[in-house]
């Protein structure tokens, strides 16, 4: 082990900071999470706000925890690379943490600095942008959300004092952590095209990076000229600062001396331009292996070309879509086409739900029946989904009869569950819509709480269904699902969304792993390009100018994937296995599920249309 090589995965969830050392294998050698704060406002909904002086703080223990655990060397630990969440960080022009926050007064030096990608404030500032008709917005899906980062900036401009915006830095979560760590400003194309209206060059016979005259119609005419405060700049200066890098590119001279001492690390040390954590669990999952049948061999190692078939769901409190192609491929409401968001050259979709593992949490913890689920669980030392899971065998169990067997799906035909909750993300890019549930009775006991927990994974699953089927309809053939994070442990739901898609999912080898595994990988990725081209180019700085970031991004595209493969464990597999009946009811339950989409827009109309009457 003494000679092995390591690296270190940092991953920032909406709700806690992790780290992972992980081998050269991919073995996730230590691990470390801890929680991070989340502010909410008592009188507004909408708002969700972070510290980047907590998370930096969670990171740097949950580092020096798994370099104690392991008693692996620093100096053994070759890389380092970051994901995080689609969250806007806000400082001052040298780092200084500047309050997005109306409870610290907006624009002051404050604790609460980082607008979370949860919150909703934006609204009518993402209504604006997507009045304009840009061009821009073909690139995000027809429709910028509001949990994108330009309609955040500009809510801020309208509520900050001129003089304090003139004066901050935004950046998308990950890039902030990649500065914090190197002191440079570089930022990563993941962050800027999949949410600041970053256009690469190339892409359309005038794109450059940011569009001016976007920027001036939307009211953030100051970055027309000059973006660097929002994203990077393609200009030949600063030697490494300001660089737009692809996924995994080492950022300026590695780790500061700065962030090595808070870290416990060495300076120098590698570290890779960081992705949004969806992304990073796309990178950890997709070029998994799996057995085709039970005791069968392992499939064979997949080329870059068998991504295009797979799209990954990265699935926590919401759950993110994501599918490479090899061409922009078009599709409303879902987000993209993202180009060189993870390889240059290639294109990226983002189809998402808002609201996946929180929505399951709240048909739970409102439920009246919930105290006696919490009770129950711990009398029989085990969890509330395994106490769940009995209740609903055994109502499946008493609906059966000798001659016929019920299934779960059969004991909740009659109960129908809409779940845009918190608006709705892909494929209808509605944040007005909301969910609801037909065929309530007066029943309030635990077996209707563990109905309601089976009816809500059923629309989590025939969503997902409606996203794919609009990917497919748009030039996409996604013909499996690579699963990671808390929801696919899940194995009722995996099962669900398998029989609903018709098609198969694959589990990680870790599910909690697999999105700070893609994280690790981008520290190798960093570490072996240093490695290979600082003996070609000698010199402080590797990248002294977006030429050469493009020249090695473009010569080192394979070497990405390869990593993929080498540190990806081999996953399981799940087929579709419903029967027919249960075939049928689910084709049923998909198109009453439609139908509730278009009922509640209608709905929406007439009820506008008669509130906008006065006397």
């Not at 801890?34 to 930096?56: C, G, L, M, V, Y």
């Not at 960081?274 to 796309?282: F, M, Q, S």
């Not at 037909?438 to 635990?446: C, R, T, Y």
């Given at each position: 082990m003494s000679n092995e090589s390591f690296y270190i995965g940092i991953d920032v969830g909406t709700g806690s900071a992790r780290a992972a050392l992980v081998a050269s294998s991919g073995r996730v050698v230590a691990s470390s999470t801890?929680?991070?704060?989340?502010?909410?406002?008592?009188?507004?909904?909408?708002?969700?706000?972070?510290?980047?002086?907590?998370?930096?703080?969670q990171i740097a223990s949950c580092i020096k925890e798994v370099i104690q655990e392991s008693g692996i060397s620093p100096q053994q630990i070759k890389g380092l690379g970051f994901d995080a969440t689609c969250s806007l960080a806000v400082t001052n022009l040298t780092g200084v943490p500047i309050s997005v926050s109306e409870s610290e007064g907006i624009g002051k030096v404050g604790e609460r600095n980082i607008i979370l990608w949860a919150d909703h404030r934006a609204e009518a500032e993402a209504a604006l942008i997507n009045e304009t008709g840009s061009e821009v917005l073909e690139y995000v899906g027809g429709t910028m959300s509001l949990e994108m980062e330009i309609p955040k900036i500009l809510w801020l401009k309208r509520h900050m004092p001129a003089d304090k915006f003139a004066s901050c830095q935004f950046f998308d979560l990950p890039d902030y952590l990649t500065y914090k760590a190197t002191g440079f400003t570089t930022r990563s194309n993941c962050s800027l095209v999949c949410k600041t209206s970053f256009v690469p060059p190339g892409v359309t016979k005038t794109s450059s990076g940011f569009d001016p005259s976007f920027l001036r119609q939307i009211g953030l005419e100051e970055f027309a000229h000059d973006a660097s405060r929002i994203g990077g700049s393609t200009s030949n200066n600063d030697a490494g600062s300001g660089m737009v890098l692809t996924a995994g590119l080492p950022i300026g001279k590695g780790l500061s001396a700065e962030a090595a001492n808070a870290l416990g690390l060495v300076e120098g040390t590698p570290v890779?331009?960081?992705?949004?954590?969806?992304?990073?669990?796309?990178?950890?999952?997709v070029a998994a292996r799996y057995q085709i049948s039970q005791g069968a061999e392992l499939s064979s190692h997949p080329s870059i070309e068998e991504s295009l078939h797979r799209l990954a769901a990265v699935a926590g409190t919401s759950t993110c879509h994501l599918i490479q192609s090899k061409e922009g491929i078009f599709v409303p409401g879902v987000w993209g086409p993202y180009k060189n968001a993870v390889f240059p050259g290639w294109w990226m979709n983002e189809g998402g739900q808002s609201s996946t593992g929180q929505l399951i949490d709240f048909i739970l913890t409102t439920h009246p029946a919930y105290p006696?689920?919490?009770?129950?669980?711990?009398e029989k030392g085990t969890n509330i989904y395994s106490v769940l899971a009995d209740k609903l065998e055994e109502l499946r169990k008493e609906a059966s009869a000798s001659d016929r067997e019920e299934t779960l799906t059969g004991l909740t035909k009659h109960l129908h569950l809409y779940p845009d909750f918190h608006g709705n993300r892909s494929p209808l890019a509605d944040p007005r819509m909301r969910g609801s549930i037909?065929?309530?009775?007066?029943?309030?006991?635990?077996a209707d709480l563990a109905l309601k927990f089976n009816v809500t994974l059923e629309a989590i699953a025939l969503q997902t269904k409606h996203i794919v089927d609009e990917m497919n309809a748009k030039g996409h053939v996604v013909n499996s699902i690579y699963m990671s994070g808390s929801q696919a442990k899940n194995i009722p739901l995996m099962q669900l969304l398998s029989n609903c898609c018709s098609i198969p999912i694959v589990l990680p080898a870790s599910p909690s792993a697999a999105v700070v595994l893609g994280a690790a990988m981008l520290g190798r990725f960093a570490a072996e390009v240093s490695d290979v081209w600082k003996s070609k180019y000698p010199g402080d700085a590797l990248f002294p100018t977006q030429e050469r970031v493009d020249e090695i991004s473009m010569a080192e595209k394979e070497r990405l994937w390869n990593i993929m493969v080498d540190m990806t464990l081999p996953g399981t597999r799940i087929t579709p296995s419903a029967g027919p009946r249960e075939t049928k009811l689910l084709e049923a339950k998909y198109k009453i599920f439609r139908e509730t989409v278009e009922i509640q827009r209608r709905w929406r109309t007439e009820m506008e249309e008669a509130g906008n009457v006065w006397p």
């Open positions: 801890h929680d991070i704060k989340t502010f909410r406002s008592p009188t507004d909904a909408a708002i969700f706000e972070q510290s980047t002086d907590n998370i930096w703080a890779g331009s960081g992705v949004i954590d969806a992304y990073a669990g796309w990178i950890g999952t006696e689920l919490q009770v129950l669980a711990k037909n065929g309530l009775k007066l029943d309030s006991s635990l």
